[in-house]
């Protein structure tokens, strides 16, 4: 067995071959030939002692494969980038849908974990739980998920991602520390916190290079941390595509975060409030055993309720559990519907790459024809030549393979950067799994087999004469062959169109979100958030501040006008609350709104069309009759029929109090989400005095907005050299960020459409020139017996009208077919639109026909003599 | 006469028992040795060589030849005897076996 291993070594073997060939000459020279018989039979039955002649064999298929593709360096490069782009796309989409749906927390038995659904995910909250839940839980932990901080290491100062924990969450997740140790109970004391903190592997690396770090001081909002430990490399957190640099305990939340105490508020939700289900209890006992629980803390929250439905509402809801196996994520439930399209484009791309390598290898066949009839006629096998093509289309796939992993991550990372556009901090784990390298393997040589398999049976076939006889340019055995060009042509037509409707749509649906009306003037209009708590501001400091800097912001030349609120525009924060609308007719008019606190001229200033009534203005404050302005949506829904100005609203506040606001003014929807309207009213932040976040200004400027940002950083700066502006967009960006989603799937269909479109024409070229060639004699005498130029054109064409008409009708069929995946993707129009079809297929019909025009012009200009002496 | 499966080999290795031979000796001392019925073609004793070679049975060795010619020699390894006793005992049972069932030829009892 040793030997034959050794004797794949190529010096060992020329070795032995040689020695045996001077053995076998010795013994001729004292025997004579005769007597020794076939010296070449002995010799080839003595080898295959010593190897494995299947191996061997295969080896020499791979040997003879390399030459026959070094021979051919532009089909070769043609079929191994147009398979690499194809199966790195699809490697590409792979892992990110791995990482983001299908992988399992990196901690220990992730099964028994569970998630808090619909119960108070405030501090108070989780420790309300993590009290009652010993029965059923091995132990309840908090986690805020990742939060935006400035980062001091002493040596770098950098914004990055604090992620605040409960002292319970390494330990119930079963996470131990790589170096040091992981925050416990003992530190996550109420109001008097160990400071210390955790950092993750990745912030190690980057921020320390991986130095000693324990016992050393981070800062984080200038307040010291003592770093005890650093986390595995392979554990982020919970959330799934967060990047946490640094876990610190949940009590130290006060520390790093000034302004209004987010411990003390019980009506909050910044934790996610995570379990560990004891053995053999079941996520419905564990609900069970934790609604009385959740109706109780939700009375100590809220008070009693106030009436009798209420009551029974409360008492009949059931807290809600939700497996947490494969951790939380944002992204995966904004993305995995666009994954799963941009899934499909990609695969489509892919069987469009093996249909194209296909066309090639059957042009290959054709022109090797000569050479395999050879082959067959001195004795080899059909099989043996077969395996010899399935060889090569199998190297090619793999070196394709190869290409296509190495471009895997990179391609990966740029989509993932696309999707989580304006979430910088947005990272996955996107390392080479087994399971993405067995998928990619798999996927080459499936595209071997797919696109190898038939050309390889093809040449084979027929009889060895009429090969030998026949010079390779016409070979015959033309009308299977001629079918399966066709085919060829048909299918991707067929999966052109699919692809290139599918950038029609999505093209068109993007382009609608851009010019619906937002309700904003996006033009000339900026957002510019300042964190007034972060320089040390109290409560009471930080609206007089907004006016202040208002009126600086608004003094600075070429803006025209600036105001304040909590959470600006086109931004996914807000406060919400239980109103009630005077003069409803509703049975039960309490409703939930979103709401924000503004400045005077908010609407002014962002460009908002007020429907009837007015604006806030500087004398809306405290002294001042309370006033609200509500939007379309929130009269429409709650003040059906009615003239909204001038009634009362009735908002409950955070101190379990109803004040009473009157409505002087309806303003068209100001969407955050382009899609869906949504209810919302505002307030003037002069009377309700309330701020929770930082303030984001709004700056409508003359100039060019890019030309005043300076001038904005410095007027803020000139009020206070302590205060920073933390961001400053452009309102345009801030849109484009809420269609990040359309534009990357936009984006994807187009690249995926022009190279679709690309890969059709080549398609339609090649079967024509072939089918030209072919035919050649018969123009000729067609010719010489008086046909026009006309009418060999159309002989021609007519082979294109088959091809796209068969195409196209499949493609459209499958389309349709494919509609359902993209519905309520697409806006304000409908995934099968027979209009977008028929654009598609007008697109791709002017391509065929485009392709289609210089063979048959070759057609058309040639001379029935040259013709004719072709045979 | 035709021989049975894997009985070359034996016979290869009862050959060698005497001493040293090259291939083409090996062949004719048992063409010898069975008095001319057994037949033994070059080019499928030559690939047996191998196959013994491998198992470690006999070991070459590059050597003159009585016509002072260089050949390579084969020779039975401690392992190989080893075989051939093994073979042997085999065989002898293979032979009483058989001859127990055919008895002796129906035409001679006659």
Redesign the interface.
Known sequence: MA?RWKYLIPRLRRDQERQMQE??Q??A???GRR?????T???E??R???GWPWLDGILADIRFAFRTLRRQPSFTAVAVVSLALGIGANAAIFSLMDALLWRDLPVRDPQSLVVFENSSRSYFGYTRFAEHAGPVMESVAADSGALARHLDTGNAFERGHIDLVSGSFFQTLGVNAELGRTITPEDDRRGSPALVAVLSHAYWQRAYGGQPVLGRTIRVEKIPFTIVGVAPPEFFGVTVGDSTDVWLPVTATDNVFPGPSWLNFKNNNFLSVIGRLRRGVSQRQAEDALTPVSIQTDIERNGPPPNEAERRELFESRLQLEPATKGLSFLRDRFSKPLRVVFWMVGIGLLLACVNVMSLEFARADERRKELTVRLAIGAGRWRIARQLLTESLLVALASGALGIAMRKPVAEALLRLIAYGDQGARLNLGLQSGVLLFVVGVSIAAALLAGVVPALRATRGDVLPGLQQGSRSATAAPVRRLLGRAIASTQMALSLVLVAGACLFAYSLHQLRQFDSGVTRAHLLVVDVNPADAGYAEDQLIPLNVRLRQRLAAVPGVESASFSQNGIYSGRNYGTQIQAEGSSESDPRHQSVYDHVGPYFFTTVGARLVAGRDFNERDDTGAPRVTIVTSEFARRYLPGRDPVGRNLYVATARNTTETYRIVGVVHDLRNNVRRPQPMFYLPQLQTLTQAFSTRFLVRTRLNPLAVMASLRAAVRSEDAALRVDQMDLAEDLFDRTLSTDRLIAALAWGFGVLAITLAAVGIYGLLSYDVTRRTAEIGIRMAVGARKSDVIRLVMREVALVCGVGLAAGCAAALGMSRLVAGMVFQMKPGDPLVEAAAAAVLAAVALGAAWIPARRAARMDPMDALRNE | MDLLQGTLEMLVLRTLVFGALHGYGIAKAIRNSSKESLDIEFGSLYPALKRLELKGWVASQWEMSESHRRAKFYRLTPAGRKQLAREHSKWADFVDAVARVMGTAPGESQ
Request: hydrophobic share 60%.
């Open positions: 030997f053995e076998l010795a013994l020279e004292i025997a007597e020794l018989g076939n010296l039979l002995a010799a039955d003595a295959s002692e010593w």
